[in-house]
């Protein structure tokens, strides 16, 4: 396994990088927070049509760049340090993993081929309320009509999900439990019996909704996999999000140790500048330290998740290379963000400031998709079942 970026991978995260410190700074991101859509429907159309990043992991037998998903990575951690305001996230990093992992082959022509052609965005919704964000969370049910299917229930914490064109969700059969009888269903968000509205929620920056499904009913073309058998793949495409999640940590890990040594810098108490004195030395080689440990987390886990989509012998580590990826970056941005918030003193508190901005993201993104405490039992619970531990 390689662990150096190729050149065409550096180009990659270096055009991102200037891109978005352009397109995605202080002002911009507060203007597109304010609204209830949540991003630039221009700036989303320029990266679908000029940067073609929604495209960047889809083969190229269905319009995309055929690259892998540590590129992904590499953008999402561009991302994260900018706090872009995009669907990304949601469009690629969910919805585009799921059709990748679960969609047939008529499935992926259409609609992989749609999210290439243009800016169509799309996500995912399976959680009902539950923060345990496992199996357990699918309350929305499906049954039989005949050839098609009935879905009824609600969805929390959907990212995206009133902006969002193309839906894909997870419904359990009717008197099934835990991961018995999930499937996954295609809907485009104007399929009669579909409502959404937006939930305001601590992070402005990513906008969250719930979604509704009242008696909708759609034919058998819009079963993605086999009827009552989608967990595992639900899974996979969760641990493949747990990941891109992680490294947009990293980046935000990145911007505020950036931003906290520059203001640090110029800070003077005492007639000297405060990061001349040797506990904020300190603290800043901790938060250092934290950021590089939890990047080497991140492209490792992106490796692995690359072999999980295309085929490869580290395909059976996704499990653990997520929850390891994600509890770390979890617990990391979270206490460099506070640290952060502490060194700026007083202001960082400020609506002036850019602090809050990522304090506010550190908190949404570490408990979206499980926490630290979640994924280290998950870690736990994986090890005492192979036996590595009793």
Not at 38 to 53: F, S, T, V
Not at 89 to 106: D, H, P, Q
Not at 158 to 164: E, L, N
Not at 213 to 219: F, I, Y
């Amino acid at each position: 396994m390689e662990f150096a970026f190729t050149e065409e991978q550096e180009m990659i995260r270096d055009t991102a990088a200037a891109f978005l410190a352009e397109v995605s700074d202080s002002e911009a991101i507060r203007q597109v927070m304010a609204t209830q859509q949540g991003y630039d429907p221009a700036l989303w159309q320029r990266i679908c049509g000029e940067m073609y990043w929604q495209a960047i992991h889809i083969p190229e037998a269905y319009g995309g760049m055929g690259l892998g998903y540590v590129e992904v990575v590499a953008m999402m951690e561009q991302m994260g340090k900018h706090l872009l305001c995009s669907p990304f996230f949601s469009t690629v990093c969910l919805a585009s993993n799921a059709l990748l992992v679960a969609g047939t082959e008529e499935q992926k022509s259409l609609w992989l081929g749609k999210l290439c052609e243009s800016a169509l965005t799309a996500t995912v919704a399976f959680n009902g309320g539950s923060s345990s964000w496992n199996a357990d969370a699918i309350t929305a049910t499906w049954k039989r009509s005949g050839d098609d299917f009935v879905l009824n229930g609600n969805y929390r914490y959907v990212v995206d999900g009133h902006t969002s064109e193309l839906l894909i969700v997870a419904a359990r059969e009717q008197g099934s439990t835990a991961e018995d009888g999930i499937s996954l269903f295609l809907l485009p968000a104007a399929t009669a019996g579909v409502t959404s509205e937006w939930l305001p929620t601590m992070d402005q920056a990513r906008k969250q909704a719930s979604v509704d499904l009242s008696s909708v009913t759609v034919g058998a073309e819009a079963l993605m996999g086999e009827a009552g058998r989608g967990w595992s793949q639900l899974a996979k495409v969760l641990d493949l999000a747990a990941i891109a999640l992680a490294a947009e940590q990293v980046g935000g890990c990145q911007q505020l140790l950036d931003m906290t040594v520059e203001y640090t810098s110029e800070r003077v108490q005492f007639n000297r500048t405060i990061a001349s004195f040797q506990a904020v030395k300190h603290k800043a080689a901790d938060m250092m330290l934290q950021t590089e440990v939890a990047r080497s987390g991140i492209y490792y886990a992106a490796c692995v998740a690359q072999e999980a989509l295309f085929g490869g012998e580290l395909a059976v580590e996704l499990p653990e290379a997520a929850s390891i990826a994600k509890s770390y970056c979890s617990d990391a941005y979270f206490a460099i963000a506070g640290d952060s918030m502490q060194l700026f003193g007083g202001v960082g508190f400020t609506w002036e400031y850019d602090v809050h901005l990522y304090f506010k993201r550190a908190k949404s993104s570490e408990q979206m998709l499980g926490g630290g405490s979640v994924h280290r039992e998950r870690i736990a619970v994986a090890l005492l079942d192979e036996g590595v531990v009793s």
